[in-house]
């Protein structure tokens, strides 16, 4: 049982450069997550997925920012001309199908950093 | 919007000691999580908490959500050097799907 994946795992990019991670979450697991992290800090929550069906972003989530995940499997995360305020982990969760239970299983997560 | 302290920052411990840190939080919870977080690496969940009084263990980690539910604490027993690392709990409204994160305890652990 494979857990979750995401690519790659650290992206050096320059200020005002596109950047796209991905992630696959654990086999069957509907619901997907992304959330930043920055250093010192706890994970803080980016936009939710239950299928292919984008349901919750946070206020975090600049117009420069794009998820998709257009099957309901793997999932994108897009940064438009990047900032070096973008620096910092983004981190990819599932969790599987089944109302009252939260619990979120993490990817190893992408360092991003923007010169 | 919610947030969660997490007490203490850090911890310096000498192998063998138990542990002992809580978070707190303003609003009510109804799902607790703890995990763990190693460098360069994501959080690895530990235990997870959905009633409000219950105690967990996994091995020599026990958990418990609050009466209040608005706390929550972790206790690590008899700590070895493997147990070094951030440790953050994470907690989730009625009805929400995103979790909201403390600041973590860091531990130290001193052979």
């Known amino acids: 049982d494979t857990g979750v994946s995401q690519d790659p795992r650290h992206k050096i990019t320059k200020r005002g450069q596109n950047v796209t991670f991905r992630c696959d979450p654990i086999s069957e697991h509907n619901r997907l997550y992304w959330y930043r992290q920055t250093l010192g800090q706890g994970p803080e929550f980016l936009t939710y997925?239950?299928?292919?069906?984008?349901?919750?972003k946070s206020r975090l989530l600049s117009d420069r920012f794009s998820a998709e995940r257009p099957k309901g499997s793997f999932s994108t995360l897009e940064i438009q001309r990047t900032e070096q305020g973008d620096s910092a982990m983004y981190l990819c969760?599932?969790?599987?199908?089944?109302?009252?239970?939260?619990?979120?299983?993490f990817g190893p997560g992408t360092r991003l950093t923007v010169l | 919007g919610q947030q969660l302290n997490q007490s203490p920052q850090s911890m310096f411990i000498q192998e063998g000691e138990d542990v002992s840190m809580n978070c707190t939080s303003s609003s009510i919870f109804n799902t607790w999580l703890w995990y763990k977080q190693d460098p360069g690496e994501g959080p690895v969940l530990l235990i997870a908490l959905y009633k409000a009084g219950e105690l967990t263990s996994n091995g020599r980690l026990t958990a418990q959500f609050g009466i209040t539910r608005k706390d929550s604490f972790l206790n690590i027993s008899a700590s070895i050097p493997s147990d070094v690392g951030i440790y953050f709990c994470?907690?989730?409204?009625?009805?929400?799907?995103?979790?909201?994160f403390g600041q973590g305890t860091r531990l130290t652990i001193n052979p």
């Open positions: 997925f239950q299928n292919e069906a984008q349901l919750e």
């Open positions: 994470a907690g989730s409204i009625q009805g929400a799907q995103k979790l909201v």
């Open positions: 969760a599932s969790s599987p199908p089944g109302g009252g239970y939260n619990e979120q299983f």
